[in-house]
């Protein structure tokens, strides 16, 4: 049985494209794996709370020299890797924001980063420990950012390859509806988007 996470980033609730392909993205993957659960974690509506000093410093601190207090700090880091560790395949909603992520992807990314669990050191340098999984992106954007002008302003993409990767999982797909706010191509955009989903 495959395990699906989907993580949801938007604000725009039930009119959100990246929620709408992401859900597409998923109806793909139980047509190719019929027996499989999800597991949907809306990251706006949990509200994960940023990174601060006592939460950083307890990350780094072995389990059980922990005090109470400092256990509770990292509760959502380690219920979050929980949860991520017991998944097969990860479908990541990633709306572009100011050119990025939104705040609530990013805090999540945060609290899934602790060295010792997602990531450790060899004698090469650092090395990713979520291994095996298969990650989608569901990337949507007002304007066009896979070519063109706007590439260079695409830090969604690349950077989400590019951590992910840090943390073992390299494979990663991202499928784009973009131009959704070009008036040219907003008609077309989730269209084009949800036609162009393969799972491997």
Same mark, same amino acid.
Request: proline letters at 0%; a negative charge.
């Given at each position: 049985m495959k395990r699906i996470l989907h993580l949801i980033s938007s604000l725009q609730g039930?009119?959100?494209h990246s929620i709408k392909l992401?859900? #597409?993205?998923v109806e793909k993957i139980q047509e190719k794996y019929p027996v499989s659960a999800?597991?949907?974690l809306n990251l706006v509506d949990i509200e994960i709370p940023h990174l601060n000093p006592t939460t950083l410093r307890s990350l780094f601190i072995p389990g059980d020299q922990l005090?109470?207090?400092?256990k509770e700090s990292i509760r959502f880091s380690d219920d979050a890797i929980k949860q991520l560790l017991g998944s097969d395949i990860?479908?990541?909603g990633a709306p572009l924001y100011n050119f990025t992520i939104s705040s609530s992807?990013? #805090?999540w990314i945060d609290h899934i980063t602790r060295p010792g669990m997602t990531f450790g050191y060899g004698e090469s340098g650092p090395v990713g420990l979520v291994r095996g999984k298969k990650v989608y992106v569901a990337m949507t954007s007002g304007g066009v950012f896979s070519e063109g002008p706007g590439k260079e302003n695409?830090?969604?993409a690349p950077y989400l390859k590019a951590f992910l990767g840090f943390l073992g999982m390299t494979d990663l797909t991202v499928f784009r509806a973009e131009g959704l706010k070009v008036l040219e191509l907003k008609a077309s955009a989730m269209e084009k988007a949800i036609d162009s989903i393969e799972i491997d």
């Open positions: 039930k009119d959100s992401g859900h #597409a993205i999800v597991e949907e005090t109470a207090a400092e990860i479908v990541i992807l990013k #805090a695409d830090f969604v």
